[in-house]
């Protein structure tokens, strides 16, 4: 038992105060305006005070804190991408998570799963070896190995998919892990928090004034604000924002589901993840399955669930691992997932002055949680893209220098 | 499971169906800039609303176009391309 | 008494002899027959639970059996494993999950009892009755609410911590030798589905089908009637009634009544799965009556947990579904009209009531009251529960301590009393079972009348009736069951447009059936509030301390409804504590999202039986003849080579290669995409479509095909033959075939030349002959003029060759002379057979696809998809001589203009390693590094048997691309292999193989 | 060897079946008595000449070969007596034309296409064709495929073009000594996977397959 348990037993007193706190009103003006209160919103708004200083801060949030899809994905967290830009990216994400839980002071449950990509085709094995000469070529732990190697990691899967898909080979990822995604909006939440930031939950933006190119101020739900400085981090409304400044973006709306079994001793140490199943898998520390698939074939912008979608994962985890037969899927639910055309994120300055775009972020936004919110929060203070997000900018689709990690990606998790 | 309504088969399950994106008509490749070119070729509407889109009937290779609210998934009609109308 | 059930039983059972006497109480509870009871006393089963023999009957459910028994104690709880008995008996007693060999988490609560089942309680370290983990009960002071997020998180730490944590969670045991289970899965269709056969169900599924509806009537039960058969306040003439109601529907011939069937979910366009034992049947209806009743909602007091405290409408279930006693001397607390007839219940059947305590202080008058006191009840108004305290054998209730509790809600302990009884019943209060109408997209609003969310506004086609409606009385429901039913009739001729479904009138004044704030709080805590995890009063009182006082945040934060229950019991609760908390109505505190499903699916009941489509060429089994390993390609199945017995796989491939350089082979390409498109305009679509021109193309010759996205980008390439004026015959990939189609498909559908587009992908197949004896072999089988001037290469003819009319192209993919021969698939096997009798004497040998990557690579041609990626340009892959730029359109032009302005970042060469290379070989991927940077990578790579070297096509930076240049390969282990760029065809570079003198093949490698 | 110049999409699947074979239009069948009481029997009918056609004139181009044609999308007529073929119109402007085994009506059209006039684009079918019949008929579609076939009115002769356990499907539904008997054609690369998947679900009712009693 850990020993800073004990003062919850033996203080006469419940020993903890309020996460974050709920100021009463707005301020007419900030320094800068965060939209979107969850882990990019946040993370940017942690930065930015801890780094820069810059502490007079409001992160508007239309519903509750982390309720968009920091708190409905997978939690899956790895830097094996395809491209340069992207490994590089997600490497110094991976490098901030390792340290988060004791930052924040808060068990964040960033728990080192190792994560296997299967390939069933000779072309998915080719793109694997791609990825992982990239990812070595940058230090970063990847590997091709052979079915033998999954196998071993995962007695109970059934390499040949039921005789429909037999896994060649796999993509593995030793630094592969998940965390518990809800405690990461509440812990860049409290580090800003406490650090002066006001985070105003309910509060939604309706308007942004932009005079000469350049923003002036938001108007809410609560009334108006003046300030110079807005940043975009709101995923899946990220079009509706940009409507509101007159910007077109290359980005679609499409939901993402996922799927939560009924919990069971655990047995499936690593993530698993099949691009050409669509499965994507790993345990939770209760014991459950979370379990997704790929991006719903329409554009959406609402969190309902599909039968069908339940179907097919279904019949996939089956071929996967059929040992789980008797299993029981206890809840399904949806994200809407803001998606570009290179599966790369838009990250960035825009043409309008003081306007920042944090956005793009698909199927891949969580593990890019503390990255975004650090080079976010540098592109702010200075007015200059951070060098890691140079390539994300949303210039380069007028420029035709898309990113390229699509080539990774048939699941993008 | 979603039903489509296909001008020509009739209310079917979406399965049954391929989405084929917002229409966007195509600007003259000769007579736009390169900016306007890119934006056609790489921007969306990306907000929600009430879109015209290609729907595919896949068993009988059948395009249309269906009006639908993407924000709702509501589908107010649906019909064949030279049907065409303005909303 | 309590032998009442037993003498019959006994007397014809095959019971083991050792009969049961450990454990008194384990003679049994049962009380005489009720009327319509669902056990059937004839049929004895025989079980174990946790390695004892119990028994019970036929319809028993596992729980009612074993309560039967006497026992008690049926699991443990997730997080302190406290001793859990019966609930909600309504399948939400997560609690009381068992492990029955592969089967696990099993519902002890719902499932039947099946013969020689055995069981154990999942999630116990030695049993149920002696939990070792329970230690943990005792620590439960040190783990407060989100304990897991304030301690184990030191970096070092937490990898021991994770893996204690591991170790004592998760349920029930996987098993993993479990089979895979397929099962059915069907569609179904009706007018009208009704959810819930109820009092109101029944009523509304009747009215419905009078009216003409075809009518589906579901119930999670194993039998229908719902409440209307155990809720009676002793009045069995309403269970008559019930009855009556389910012997109508059962008659009735456009109702199908489904039982033990879940709607496990409410998705878009009336769409519901109903998921019964076996099999999940999707269900389309035209209108949906959800009547699904509402939960009873436990009170909250210290050690409401303990086996012995149920909910009082899981006493009455347990009572006239299954004749089992709950209990011997009862303490029933009530805030509600239903609390009393509880105890009627009770009473009715020879259960002593030791007290009835009554929350609310001035209760609203009911004619059960005076019959209780006539039976010398006492109740004690204005009264709660403070705590119950265990029994002796920690295996249920022995007392209840009582105290008046004040307006604001707290207790008075200082005038607490304890009543000695074995049980206590909670009748506090109902939330309706909205999931589903939530689900739907209904909103729904808090009536403070009733103290309970009713439907606001529905969606089209959706209804609502009975409890779930806010309607609880019993004539009341078949009333409101009635009009819903009729309404949904009317709805089916005239579907209303939007949200404009008028709900039922709002019932007549009664009592409201819930109370706002059941919730007794006592300093040593344990007044649980979510039994699937163990959160207690307090919890809630300090998450919300904390911050997490918003709903969705209070859920995220304490996981309440967040266990396999999914809030069942709790949601309500927790609701109204922060609504407590906040000084918030309910309403404004509002709901979380109900999602699917209901109940959880078994993932092979989703699964069904899982069909995986193949696609075969019509020379399937002649490969498999073969010996031929066979690869995906998409839905395809394709030999990647024909296996031969004492020979590697390459052995194997390059033994094919050599075949087709030397002699001849042939290739089943049957799965290339093949259409056809007639038309005066098919020249002008094939020139908009694709990056080359085609309207000079000659009659009866071919022409290579490259095909952009409009970012101009490589999507597709293939060959276009003109056949006519107006009529070419063209080929896409194997992968891109079905979608190019559509593509075309849709382009035409908005430029509307003159012309059609046929996919003949599946109607006709094609062989690739390809050697220096394939004319020879050819030459046998038709009269077509096969001689170099008649026949060029590139040349298409329409022929007959072995009495079947084909098509033959003359192509040179794989670099020799060759032939592409197009034929019906029906003569497909006839064509085959004919070439390997003709091909005989020159040992014709097929080929499969691996050998084809060789002899492609040999000759230079690259593969869509493979030497090209997401992002490539025609300039970056070589082909820039493809692409017509002068034409006045073609998809993708307009892209490639403004490409043209920049530089490129790289291109694709040939290479080859030094012909005395012996090491490790490169692999496709590989990088190419150039100073420590990456710059390319190689994308196809092979050992060529011909050429005697490795050859291989990669990406290198633009400034390295030229011949004899030497660039640095790094390989997966680290060492650097040389290669030098070679200008491609690597072999035949001139074409000589394609012209009427054939050389030796050793006299036109490069 | 040799090999006929016609084989049905499923010709090796059927080779371990009891019967005997026949040659029917140049394609070997494989004739059994069908059982009377079987609960759904499946029939391969590929052997069966068929032609297709589409394009903006083809309904007048068939018009002016003398056949009457389906009036509406989706639906069916019966080839002119004696025959007992069908024309099927798929969609808005394609149709598909099957013969009996008397009627020799598809080659000859076929051949009166060659060279089509204009907007008449002649189709290549080369379909697995299949007959479902029997009381379990409506149960196996129920199984694997999406639409709600009780509902059909038979007197309207439809024709649905649709999905069935992943493949592309078209389906004339009908009626035979009172129970359904359901006509199917898919492309013949997806064959093997359909029949034998429906063959193992068959077989789970009793059902039976024979090939061919027309």
């Excluded at chain 1, 000469?133 to 999954?150: C, F, M, Q, W």
């Excluded at chain 3, 009743?293 to 909250?300: D, F, K, N």
């Excluded at chain 3, 490169?922 to 994308?939: A, F, K, N, S």
């Amino acid at each position: 038992m850990p020993l800073r348990l004990l003062k919850f037993a033996f203080s006469r007193e419940y020993p903890e105060t309020r996460m974050f706190r709920q100021p009463d009103r707005l301020q007419s003006s900030y320094d800068a305006v965060i939209i979107g209160g969850g882990g990019h919103g946040l993370a940017a708004a942690y930065y930015l005070a801890r780094d820069y200083g810059m502490t007079h801060v409001a992160v508007l949030e239309k519903g509750y804190l982390g309720g968009g899809n920091t708190g409905r994905n997978t939690t899956i967290i790895r830097s094996n991408y395809l491209t340069p830009e992207g490994v590089k990216f997600y490497n110094e994400s991976m490098r901030l998570w390792q340290d988060l839980s004791q930052d924040f002071d808060l068990n964040l449950f960033y728990s080192n799963r190792g994560h296997f990509t299967l390939a069933h085709t000779d072309a998915a094995v080719r793109t694997m070896r791609w990825r992982a000469e990239v990812n070595k070529h940058y230090g970063i732990a990847s590997e091709l190995v052979d079915p033998e190697t999954i196998q071993k990691a995962c007695p109970l899967m059934d390499l040949t998919c039921a005789g429909h898909a037999p896994v060649l080979g796999a993509l593995y990822h030793a630094p592969g892990s998940i965390a518990r995604h809800d405690a990461v909006a509440w812990g860049y939440g409290r580090g800003a928090d406490r650090r002066g930031v006001e985070i105003h939950q309910q509060t939604e933006v309706l308007g942004i004034t932009v005079r000469s190119g350049k923003v002036t101020g938001v108007e809410t739900n609560r009334g108006s604000i003046s300030t110079s400085r807005v940043l975009c981090a709101v995923a899946g409304f990220t079009p509706r924002i940009l409507r509101l400044v007159g910007l077109r973006s290359p980005l679609y709306i499409h939901p993402l589901q996922a799927m939560v079994s009924e919990p069971m001793k655990p047995w499936l140490d690593p993530i698993i993840v099949s691009g050409s199943l669509h499965v994507y898998v790993s345990q939770t520390a209760r014991g459950e399955l979370v379990m997704g698939a790929s991006l719903d074939p329409y554009e959406l912008h609402a969190t309902r669930s599909t039968l069908e979608f339940a179907e097919g994962l279904a019949a996939h985890m089956l071929d996967l691992f059929p040992c789980l037969s008797h299993v029981k899927v206890v809840r399904q639910w949806a994200g809407i997932a803001d998606m570009t055309p290179d599966f790369a994120p838009i990250m960035g300055k825009t043409p309008i002055s003081g306007f920042y775009l944090d956005a793009g972020w698909g199927t891949w936004g969580f593990k890019a949680t503390p990255v975004s919110g650090k080079t976010m929060a540098y592109t702010i203070a200075h007015d200059r893209p951070h060098p890691l997000i140079e390539s994300f900018a949303l210039s380069r689709f007028a420029n035709y220098e898309l990113v390229g990690e699509k080539g990774a990606a048939s699941v993008g998790h | 499971m979603k039903l489509i309504p296909c001008p020509i088969n009739g209310l079917r399950p979406v399965g049954e169906f391929v989405y084929g994106g917002e229409v966007r008509p195509m600007p003259d490749p000769n007579a736009v800039d390169d900016d306007t070119w890119a934006s056609y070729v790489f921007n969306r509407t990306g907000a929600p609303g009430v879109k015209q889109e290609w729907w595919c009937h896949s068993p009988s290779n059948t395009w249309f176009i269906v009006e639908r609210n993407t924000l709702t998934d509501e589908i107010m009609q649906s019909y064949l391309y030279d049907e065409m109308r303005t909303i | 008494m309590s032998e009442a059930g037993l003498h019959q039983p006994f007397a014809k059972s095959t019971l083991p002899q050792e009969p049961l006497t450990d454990r008194p109480s384990r003679r049994g509870d049962r009380l005489p027959p009720m009327p319509h009871e669902w056990i059937d006393r004839d049929r004895i089963i025989d079980f174990t639970f946790e390695g004892t023999h119990f028994w019970g009957y036929a319809g028993d459910t596992i729980s009612s059996a074993l309560w039967a028994s006497g026992q008690r104690i049926l699991g443990r709880s997730f997080k302190y494993h406290r001793p859990r008995g019966i609930l909600s008996f309504a399948n939400h007693d997560i609690n009381a999950l068992m492990q029955a060999g592969e089967k696990l988490n099993l519902r002890a609560d719902t499932t039947p009892l099946e013969p020689g089942m055995t069981l154990a309680a999942v999630n116990t370290i030695e049993g149920v009755h002696n939990d070792r983990a329970s230690l943990l009960n005792a620590f439960s002071p040190f783990l407060p609410v989100g304990f897991y997020y304030k301690a184990f998180h030191h970096k070092r730490l937490f990898p021991f911590w994770e893996r204690l944590i591991r170790r004592i969670s998760g349920l029930g045991q996987l098993v993993p030798t479990t089979p895979r289970i397929r099962t059915a899965k069907r569609y179904d269709f009706c007018d009208v589905l009704v959810i819930g056969a109820g009092v109101s169900g029944l009523s509304a599924a009747l009215a419905a089908a009078a009216a003409g509806a075809d009518v589906a009537l579901v119930d999670e039960n194993a039998q229908a009637g719902g409440s209307g058969s155990y809720q009676l306040g002793g009045e069995l003439a309403l269970a008559e009634t019930t009855h009556q109601l389910v012997q109508q529907v059962m008659h009735h011939p456009r109702i199908r009544l489904f039982t033990q069937t879940v709607a496990a979910g409410y998705y878009t366009d009336h769409w519901v799965p109903l998921v019964d034992r076996d099999h999940l049947t999707k269900m389309r209806a035209k209108a949906v009556i959800i009547a699904s009743g509402a939960y009873e909602q436990p009170a909250v007091f210290r050690n409401n947990d303990l086996p012995g405290v149920l909910l009082a409408s899981a006493a009455q279930r347990l009572i006239y579904r299954y004749a089992v006693k709950p209990m011997h001397r009862a303490v029933v607390l009530v805030a509600n009209t239903d609390g009393y007839r509880a105890a009627m219940d009770l009473l009715t059947q020879g259960i002593s009531i030791q007290a009835v305590v009554e929350l609310r202080s001035d209760p609203i008058a009911n004619p059960w009251i005076a019959q209780l006191r006539s039976h010398h009840v006492p109740i004690y108004s204005g009264y709660c529960i403070y705590e119950a305290k265990t029994n002796p054998a920690k295996d249920g209730v022995c007392s209840a301590v009582i105290c008046p509790i004040d307006a604001r809600g707290i207790p008075q302990t200082g005038f607490s009393q304890a009543i000695a009884c074995d049980g206590i019943l909670m009748s506090v209060g109902w939330a309706p079972t909205a999931n589903l109408l939530y689900q739907a997209g209904a909103k729904l609003r808090f009536e403070p009348s009733l103290q309970q969310f009713v439907p606001d506004t529905l969606p089209p086609g959706i209804f609502a009736c009975g409890r779930v409606n806010g309607v609880y009385e019993f004539a009341e429901k078949i009333h409101d069951g009635q009009n819903v039913g009729v309404t949904a009739f009317e709805y089916l001729n005239n579907p209303l447009p939007s949200n404009s479904c008028p709900l039922s009138r709002l019932p007549s004044f009664t009592p409201p059936p819930l109370h706002p704030a059941p919730f007794i709080p006592h300093p040593k805590g344990k007044n649980f509030v979510d039994f699937d995890e163990d959160l207690q009063y307090k919890d809630f009182i300090h998450a919300a301390q904390e911050g997490f006082d918003n709903i969705e945040l209070l859920k995220r934060y304490t996981t309440v409804g967040m266990g396999p229950s999914q809030g069942k019991h709790s949601n309500m609760n927790a609701l109204q504590i922060l609504a407590q908390i906040t000084g918030k109505s309910p309403g404004e505190v509002g709901t979380t999202t109900a999602r699917p499903f209901f109940h959880p699916v078994l993932l092979s009941h989703l699964a069904g039986r899982s069909f995986t489509p193949k696609r075969q060429t019509p020379l399937h089994s002649r490969h498999g003849a073969l010996g031929a390993k066979f690869m995906l390609a998409g839905q395809w199945q394709r030999p990647e080579y024909y296996a031969r017995s004492h020979s590697s796989r390459i052995d194997c491939i390059q033994r094919e290669a050599i075949a087709v350089r030397q002699r001849v082979g042939m290739i089943d390409v049957g799965t290339l995409g093949k259409l056809e498109i007639r038309g005066p305009q098919a020249a002008e679509f094939l020139e908009r479509v694709y990056t080359g021109r085609y309207a000079n193309l000659k009659g009866g010759m071919s022409r290579y095909a490259l095909m952009l996205d409009e970012t101009g980008v490589v999507i597709d390439d293939g060959v276009i033959a003109r056949l006519g004026l107006d009529h070419f015959y063209f080929t896409t990939t194997t992968s891109g075939a079905a979608q190019i189609h559509r593509e075309l498909t849709r382009w035409n559908t908005i430029w509307q030349l003159d012309c059609g587009i046929v996919n003949l992908t599946g109607a006709r197949s094609a062989i690739n002959l390809a050697g220096p004896h394939a004319r020879h072999v050819l030459a046998q089988l038709t009269d077509c003029d096969l001689s170099s001037a008649a026949f060029p290469y590139l040349a298409v003819r329409e022929a007959i060759v072995a009495q079947i009319p084909v098509l033959l192209l003359r192509v040179g993919f794989v670099g020799e002379w060759g032939y592409e021969i197009h034929v019906a698939a029906e003569s497909t096997p006839a064509l085959w057979d004919a070439l390997m009798v003709a091909g005989a004497a020159h040992d014709i040998t097929p080929f499969g696809v691996e050998a084809q990557r060789l002899l492609r690579l040999e000759k230079g041609h690259l593969i869509v998809g493979q030497d090209t990626d997401g992002l490539t340009t025609p300039r970056e892959a070589g082909l820039a001589w493809a692409v017509k730029s002068d034409k006045p359109f073609f998809i993708g032009q307009r892209s490639l203009e403004i490409l043209a302005k920049q530089p490129i970042q790289q291109k694709l060469v040939g290479f080859r390693l030094d012909p005395a290379f012996q090491a490790t070989p490169p692999q496709e991927c590989h990088l190419v590094i150039e100073q420590d940077e990456i710059v390319g990578r190689v994308t196809s790579v092979a050992y060529s048997p011909t050429l005697k070297q490795f050859i291989g096509l990669a990406y290198v930076a633009p400034e390295m691309a030229t011949p004899n240049h030497r660039f640095n390969i790094r390989l997966s282990n680290g060492e650097i292999v040389t290669a030098i760029v070679t200008s491609t065809p690597f072999y035949d570079p001139d074409n000589q193989r394609q012209k009427e003198t054939i050389a030796h093949p050793s006299q036109v490698a490069a | 060897m040799n090999t006929p110049l016609r084989l049905s999409p499923i010709h090796d699947l059927l080779q371990s079946l009891p019967g005997n074979w026949q040659a029917i239009n140049g394609m070997p069948v494989l004739t059994v008595s069908p059982p009377t009481t079987s609960p759904l029997i499946l029939t391969d009918r590929s052997c069966l000449t068929r032609f297709g056609v589409k394009g903006a004139n083809a309904a007048d181009w068939l018009a002016s070969q003398g056949l009457t044609i389906p009036d509406r999308p989706n639906s069916w007529c019966p080839l002119p007596n004696p025959s007992a073929g069908i024309i099927a119109r798929l969609g808005l402007s394609e149709f598909l034309i099957e013969d009996s085994l008397s009627s020799r009506l598809a080659p000859q059209l076929a051949m009166a296409c060659q060279t089509p006039p204009a907007k008449v684009y002649p189709v290549l079918r080369q379909d697995l064709a299949i007959a479902l019949s029997g009381p379990a008929t409506h149960e196996l579609l129920q199984q694997t495929c999406n639409l709600n076939f009780r509902a059909l009115i038979l007197a309207d002769r439809p024709i649905l073009l649709t999905s069935l356990i992943g493949v592309v499907v078209t389906l004339l539904p009908g009626e035979h000594n009172g129970h359904p008997f359901y006509r199917l054609w898919c492309d013949g690369t997806f064959g093997n996977y359909l029949w034998q998947t429906l063959v193992a679900i068959a077989t789970e009712f009793g059902g039976t397959i024979t090939n061919v009693e027309l």
